[in-house]
């Protein structure tokens, strides 16, 4: 499929002014005013901000996530699981505006939260069969409620922890900015996980 230039501009664009401003600062005006384009030009390809930010979801963010959570059958080890959840802290930095600004963007769009849960869903699911599949191996000690809750409560605080930084949306994987932040964040998950792991 071709790609439309201008189309991904305004996305790029987008998420880098919502990053740095937070997106309830930031207007449709604002955003084809950093791309010297007309509003116009902008309202051919969305239709408003809701818009801009459901597709960020859907073309930009969905297909991340998915990528992440193909990697958990490869998850053998503590050290494995620290590389895959630092992929989602680092996914979680990259759009942080989506993640620090939620609850108000939920507000303006319901389709947007049942998008968001339908992904957030699936992730919690994944690391909890991770889990799982580490009990039947005799790695850790869960039980299936353990590991459910484990899991909900790991990916829930990492999510938080991503949002409250507030240098997350400027830094990238391989920074050691990052880095600082993402092994703070493990930490505490880690230490959760510890009493289970073998």
Not at 146 to 150: F, Q, R
């Given at each position: 499929m071709k790609i439309n230039r201008t189309r991904e501009r305004i996305l790029d664009k987008s998420i880098e002014l919502f990053n740095r401003k937070q997106a309830s600062n930031v207007s449709t005006v604002q955003i084809s005013?950093?791309?010297?384009?007309?509003p116009g030009n902008l309202y051919y390809y969305y239709t408003n901000k809701e818009e801009v930010i459901r597709c960020t979801w859907k073309e930009r963010m969905v297909p991340?996530?998915?990528?992440i959570l193909e990697t958990?059958?490869?998850i053998n080890d503590k050290k494995d699981l620290e590389q895959y959840l630092k992929k989602?802290?680092?996914?979680y930095a990259k759009f942080r505006f989506f993640y620090t600004e939620r609850?108000?963007?939920?507000?303006n769009d319901d389709e947007m939260e049942d998008l968001y849960v339908e992904t957030a869903v699936q992730e919690k699911e994944t690391l909890?069969?991770?889990?799982?599949?580490?009990?039947?191996?005799?790695k850790a000690d869960f039980s299936k409620e353990?590991?459910?809750?484990?899991a909900d409560s790991s990916m829930i605080l990492l999510e938080a922890l991503a949002a409250d930084n507030?240098?997350?949306g400027e830094v990238e994987e391989g920074d050691k900015e990052f880095q600082a932040y993402a092994d703070k964040a493990l930490s505490y998950v880690m230490a959760a996980l510890g009493a289970h792991l073998k």
């Open positions: 005013t950093a791309l010297e384009i007309s991340e996530i998915t990528e958990a059958e490869e989602f802290l680092a996914h609850t108000t963007m939920f507000y909890e069969a991770v889990f799982n599949r580490w009990a039947g191996e005799g353990d590991a459910k809750l484990l507030k240098n997350a």
